[in-house]
Structure formats: C-alpha cells, structure tokens
C-alpha cells in the first residue's frame, strides 16, 4: 500500500513559521521526485515547491520563493520537508505532498500524493 503521509500543519500567526512532513511508505520510491502542492476551497490544486531524487533540481513558485525551502532525506523511510518562513495569511491552505517522475510544477508529473495537512495562517 502506497502512502505519503503530512504532518506539521497548523495555526500560525503572520510571520510565523512552520515545518511540514512527508513521510514516504509502502513502497520503493528510489528515484522519485518529491512535491507540495497547497489548495485552498474552490480554488485549483496549485504547484508550492518540488525538488528532484538527487536534490540537484528545487523549483519554487513565485509566490514562495525566498520564504520556503524544500528538503528531503532518502536514508531508509524517504522524508520531505517544507520550512515555511514568513509566513502570510495567503499560505493559507491544505498541503499536499506528492510523488513523481520529475520535480516539475503540474500536478500531472505527480503520481501519488498524500491526504494533506491544513495550514491556517492568521492575519
């Protein structure tokens, strides 16, 4: 059984900060690219940071950059990180973690994806 599991969302103040998780489960996911995606209601799953097998590749969106930064730690249970810093009450959404051939900014490159964690940012 394939699982990609959040943790680490929550309520925060504007300018605060948060550390999601990612842990990856259930099977071999050597070689997979690793993403966040955030969705707020009836809005558009869209595209938060992504970042390749080897961590050579990290992208970001516009709107996050310099405030976010990706990780992940490939030992034996794969795990992904989004440090978010500075944060403001339009982070304000549920964040995805998913899994894909390539870190790329479309939900299509993304295979499997997690059930999300709720971030609440406060003004």
């Known amino acids: 059984q394939v699982q990609l599991v959040e943790s680490g969302g929550g309520l925060v103040q504007a300018g605060g900060s948060l550390r999601l998780s990612c842990a990856a489960s259930?099977?071999?996911?050597?070689?997979?690219?690793m993403g966040w995606f955030r969705q707020d209601p009836g809005k558009e799953r869209e595209f938060v940071a992504g970042?390749?097998?080897?961590?050579?590749?990290?992208?970001y969106a516009d709107s996050v950059k310099g405030r976010f930064t990706i990780s992940r730690d490939n030992a034996k249970n794969i795990m992904v990180y989004l440090q978010m810093n500075s944060l403001k009450p339009e982070d304000t959404g549920v964040y995805y973690c998913?899994?894909?051939?390539?870190?790329?900014?479309?939900?299509?490159?993304?295979?499997?994806w997690g059930q999300g964690t709720q971030v609440t940012v406060s003004s």
């Open positions: 998913a899994a894909g051939f390539r870190a790329a900014p479309r939900r299509s490159d993304y295979r499997y």
């Open positions: 259930g099977r071999t996911f050597s070689g997979y690219a």
């Open positions: 970042i390749s097998w080897d961590v050579g590749i990290t992208l």
